[in-house]
């Protein structure tokens, strides 16, 4: 049982455009909600994070918005660029533990 | 500071063998955690510590042991291997407050024929 769906499973963009990827949960008792960016070769590296008493969240191009009653979270990031090339991770986790739960993640390519 | 260590990065084994992923972090980080990648299923727990001598089971934690006798160290363990068990691991570790940031590994690439 898949705790936290996430789609698409990838994405294709040209530099400049917005992806968005979304993510939705079922346990109402997550109250934290990071997202993992993942170069190939590399492990997971936390990007941004957003607590639900929040519904949205800037870190220079991306952003996460957060729709506590929906039980869903998204991320967006602005003006992409190749660089930004990479597979997402949604993730979710409660109470004073770092359990993570993740996604299934989104394969991201931006072309010039 | 070198974070995150795991050993080795490629490893073929032949089904029934045994042998441990090493994972190592200087950082002093209460929690450590395993976990395995495939594709299309993203990130699965297999177990998790909250500290020395304390390991509990995560999503997957079936043909795999862990101990851990330190802070720093966190080898997980495969028994007898099964070509299921073909992925990559990664390790991760964070200091136990939930609410910032986990560190990961580079992963060792598990392939069991």
């Known amino acids: 049982q898949q705790q936290v769906k996430q789609s698409p499973q990838s994405l294709i963009v040209q530099k400049g455009g917005i992806p968005i990827i979304n993510c939705a949960y079922e346990?109402?008792?997550?109250?934290?909600f990071p997202w993992y960016q993942q170069f190939p070769g590399k492990g997971p590296a936390l990007l941004i994070a957003?607590?639900?008493?929040?519904s949205e969240k800037k870190e220079g191009r991306f952003t996460i918005s957060f729709n506590k009653s929906a039980k869903q979270f998204s991320l967006h990031i602005m003006d992409s660029q190749p660089g930004d090339s990479a597979t997402y991770f949604c993730a979710a986790s409660y109470g004073n533990t770092d359990k993570l739960i993740f996604g299934t993640g989104t394969r991201l390519q931006v072309f010039p | 500071n070198a974070g995150v260590t795991q050993t080795p990065k490629f490893q073929v084994l032949k089904t029934g063998q045994s042998m441990t992923l090493q994972c190592a972090q200087d950082m002093n980080h209460e929690y450590m955690s395993w976990y395995r990648q495939d594709p299309g299923m993203g990130l699965r727990l297999i177990h998790y510590s909250v500290g020395a001598g304390i390991t509990d089971q995560g999503e997957v934690p079936n043909g795999y042991n862990v101990s851990r006798s330190t802070t720093e160290d966190f080898p997980l363990r495969l028994l007898s291997a099964a070509p299921s068990q073909t992925s990559v691991y990664f390790c991760?570790?964070?200091?136990?407050?939930?609410?910032?940031?986990?560190?990961f590994g580079q992963g060792t690439r598990l392939t069991v024929v």
């Open positions: 991760a570790s964070s200091p136990l407050n939930g609410r910032t940031e986990a560190f």
């Open positions: 346990n109402t008792a997550f109250d934290y």
């Open positions: 957003i607590r639900p008493d929040v």
